[in-house]
């Protein structure tokens, strides 16, 4: 499950409500703000106030995202980073996990049917097609 986290320090202003506005909205993302320094840093973020994605996929490192836009405007740059970064990088294509491939929000997916082998990682298939297309356009099945 990703876990994004809110702005550390002062947990208050427009740009806080537009992280909580979003939170409040969001269903399938758990979303969790602190005043800690030290969980901020393990969240990958480097200032304050900050936002940043935790994910610990099945399969996958886990690994941290920090967000680089702005909250103003209600979120909409927010929203849309989270979209991109709430699925792993690899997902089975699967009658469990089709309503989340296709209720993610993503405008533009990408279905790759390969043997396992071939998506597994480090191998050619699946290096060549990670790195052809942004983070969240890649939906990888096996056969």
Do not use: H
Request: glycine share 12%.
């Amino acid at each position: 499950m990703n876990r994004g986290l809110g702005p550390p320090g002062v947990l208050q202003g427009a740009e806080y409500e537009a992280f909580k506005a979003l939170a409040l909205k969001t269903e399938d993302v758990a979303f969790v703000d602190t005043t800690s320094a030290a969980v901020a840093k393990q969240a990958g973020l480097t200032a304050a106030p900050g936002v940043a994605i935790v994910k610990n996929f099945k399969g996958e490192a886990r690994s941290t995202v920090a967000f680089a836009g702005s909250l103003a405007g209600g979120g909409d740059a927010l929203k849309q980073f989270i979209t991109a970064e709430k699925l792993p990088l690899v997902i089975e294509f699967n009658q469990e996990n089709g309503d989340r491939i296709f209720s993610s929000g993503l405008k533009l997916q990408v279905l790759l049917w390969a043997p396992p082998a071939d998506l597994a990682p480090g191998s050619q298939v699946r290096v060549g097609w990670l790195g052809a297309l942004p983070q969240g356009l890649l939906v990888m099945s096996t056969c």
